[in-house]
């Protein structure tokens, strides 16, 4: 049974920092480009930011410069690191693994939530 479990999601000010852990089993992990998506209330799920085996990263430009992706292949896991958090960062956070070649394999976390507000 494949699980992606998120973890480090909370509240925090404008300006703060949070990191976000996901935890993969059921998986090779090393055989997935893993990730992050968002979704805020009323809008539609967006990338954040993916990890290849190989650690190649992309990044959505809205958090360019601000979060970091990052991943572990001995502990299966991925991180989110997010600092200078904005408002407009609020939403739900997902962990997602997708087979880096059978791309119709993929698997989501069930998010975490992430407020930022003063």
Known sequence: QVQLVESGGGLVQP???LRLSCAASGITFSFYTVGWYRQ???KQ???VATITRGEA???ADSV???FTISRDNGKNTVYLEMNSLKPEDTAVYYCNARHRIVTSTEYWGQGTQVTVSS
Request: hydrophobic share 15%; aromatic share 6%; no cysteine.
């Open 40 to 42: 805020a209330p009323g």
């Open 64 to 66: 360019k410069g601000r």
């Open 15 to 17: 300006g703060e920092s």
């Open 57 to 59: 990263t992309t990044y």
């Open 45 to 47: 799920r967006e990338l």
